[in-house]
């Protein structure tokens, strides 16, 4: 299962590429910070946020930088309540050893590398961490609407319409849609409502020697891969949590060197002249769909250990 990708998470290459337009009231909708009402945002990479920074309705650019000044003052106290606890189990130890003063050393100092991570992020530091994607966080999503190509913010981690929102928790591998479960699990999607993302290079867990390890994939020929995903729109029957976009990116039977490397799935990158008829599929015609994956794009995926 594609658990990370690294994607391309500004608007302006689905512009230039596709001739996209951006969904400006679902970019605000979605990134727009309450003070005061609750403190969480989006998760989102870093580089969607600052080009809407550069380029979104001024009214969100100025929310954003309040809402990152908020962010900045937390993660600050965060780190000086943090080294007091590190400080506190570090005398702690001098004095005897016990779990609670290692753990607190050891949580503590975590902690702080984490937040100062998070700061570093919000003040301007650049990594290649700006443009990956996770479960359950947001980036673009090309889909097609009224035959125009159009952008939207969706989280990664599918919901489907009419589903509780438990089916978060219950089915936490939703992030994924497997091409042998399109018409079961994921048959109010396939069909109906399809996505593309952009991605440089996917990310998988796999065993090596036993060990855990996080494999990163990448197209030897340097593609920007279009990933084919299902998406959806979930509403609220109760009318009390806000409209969710989210999406799944669709799996297919592994390339011979990821199976090589040791994962069973690859994501499908399907080939540009098939975006239109991805887009706007016919669910009268499921088979030309399966076609578009027959025909995917085979890169040789390159891969290495991850950092």
């Known amino acids: ?59 969100l650019q100025v929310n954003i930088r309040e809402a990152d000044a908020a962010e900045i003052d937390d993660l600050t106290r965060e780190i000086f309540d943090q080294k007091r606890r590190v400080a506190d189990g ?6 005897k050893v016990t779990k609670k003063a290692e753990n607190d050393v050891r949580i503590g100092t975590n902690k702080i590398k984490a ?43 599918c919901r489907p319409a009419g589903k509780p929102a438990s089916y978060d928790r219950q089915y936490p591998g939703t992030y994924n849609a497997r091409r042998d479960n399109l018409e079961g699990f994921w048959r ?33 020929t340097g593609e920007l891969m279009l990933i084919a995903c299902l998406w959806s729109h979930w509403r609220d029957p109760r009318g009390v949590d806000p409209d969710l976009l989210s999406f799944a990116a669709v799996t297919d039977d592994p390339e011979p060197e990821v199976a090589a490397a ?16 991805w887009l706007n599929p016919d669910p009268g ?20 250990e991850a950092a």
């Not at 015609?285 to 994956?293: H, S, V």
């Open 115 to 157: 937040a100062q991570r998070r700061l570093d992020t919000l003040k301007g530091v650049r990594s290649d961490g700006d443009s990956r994607i996770f479960p359950q966080v947001y980036c673009p999503v090309m889909v097609s609407e009224g035959g125009q190509r159009v952008v939207k913010p969706m989280r990664y981690q």
């Open 188 to 220: 109010g999607q396939f069909g109906h409502t399809h996505g593309l993302i952009l991605a440089q290079r996917f990310y998988e867990h796999v065993e090596v020697d036993g060990q855990d390890r996080v494999l990163e994939f990448v197209p030897r």
């Open 262 to 277: 040791g994962h069973d799935r690859t994501i499908i990158n399907i080939k540009p002249e098939h975006v239109d008829a």
């Open 1 to 59: 299962m594609c658990y990370s990708a690294q994607v391309q998470a500004e608007f302006k290459q689905f512009q230039r590429e596709f001739g996209a337009v951006m969904d400006l009231n679902e970019y605000v909708r979605t990134f727009w910070w309450e003070r005061g009402k609750d403190p969480r945002r989006v998760k989102a990479p870093r580089a969607m946020v600052r080009e809407l920074l550069e380029i979104g309705p001024p009214e």
């Open 285 to 304: 015609n499921l088979q030309a769909l399966y076609d578009i994956f027959d025909d995917k794009r085979h890169p040789f995926y390159e891969h290495r």
């Open 90 to 95: 570090e005398r702690a130890l001098a004095t």
